[in-house]
């Protein structure tokens, strides 16, 4: 290897480069590295690769995207910029994964954390109970219903019967007497002594 008067050949590529080109390296006599720093990269690259696929995990190619996009980690697809959340610790300040896979994820997450369930077995309910709410049969059953009190999931509502049932409390004799009162029979106490008032059994 040959260095030139304000450059340095690279024992990778041997191109002639100037010394801006090679990163510090204190322990070379000119306390520059002895290949470029595209070199560099590339040798990184090929290595992480091969340590990826060692371990049987997928590695998407950097090349091929257009400037001003991003190929995503979850789908794999390549979008624009605009298609991105902000995150200012990654080196393009931007998020590893698109905002439709971040969603998808959060949802993921969200079920595991609340109801102990993967969207699989939430999907699974959903096509047991014919995709309709459970409670109206008319409406796409969307939102998890579960027991406040012990956690278990009932079933997979519509946002309109979820949120009644939660308005009542989830409490069945609340409920009994919503539908006694829709019905016309309303359940009026009965005064059985001065502050004393009895319901109807």
Not at 9 to 19: E, K, N, V
Not at 66 to 78: I, N, S, V
Not at 113 to 137: F, H, N, P, S, W
Request: net charge positive; aromatic share 4%.
């Amino acid at each position: 290897m040959s260095d030139s008067v304000g450059g340095k050949q690279c024992a990778g590529c041997g191109r002639a480069l100037s010394l801006e080109s090679f990163a510090a390296d204190r322990n070379r006599r000119d306390g520059l590295q002895t290949r470029c720093r595209q070199c560099v990269a590339e040798y990184g690259a090929q290595r992480y690769r091969r340590r990826q696929e060692a371990k049987g995990k997928k590695v998407h190619e950097r090349g091929g995207v257009p400037a001003g996009h991003k190929r995503c980690r979850g789908c794999g697809e390549t979008k624009p910029h605009s298609e991105w959340h902000r995150n200012n610790t990654a080196p393009d300040g931007l998020a590893t994964r698109c905002k439709p896979c971040k969603a998808a994820e959060g949802r993921a997450g969200h079920l595991k954390r609340q109801y102990g369930m993967t969207q699989a077995e939430r999907d699974e309910m959903i096509a047991a109970q014919k995709g309709l709410c459970v409670i109206c049969l008319s409406a796409p059953a969307i939102h998890v219903d579960h027991c406040h009190e012990t956690g278990k999931v009932r079933g997979v509502l519509c946002f309109n019967c979820n949120s009644g049932i939660g308005k009542l409390g989830d409490d069945p004799d609340k409920t009994r007497r919503a539908t006694a009162y829709l019905e016309g029979n309303s359940w009026k106490p009965i005064l059985v002594a001065p502050g004393v008032y009895q319901l109807p059994s």
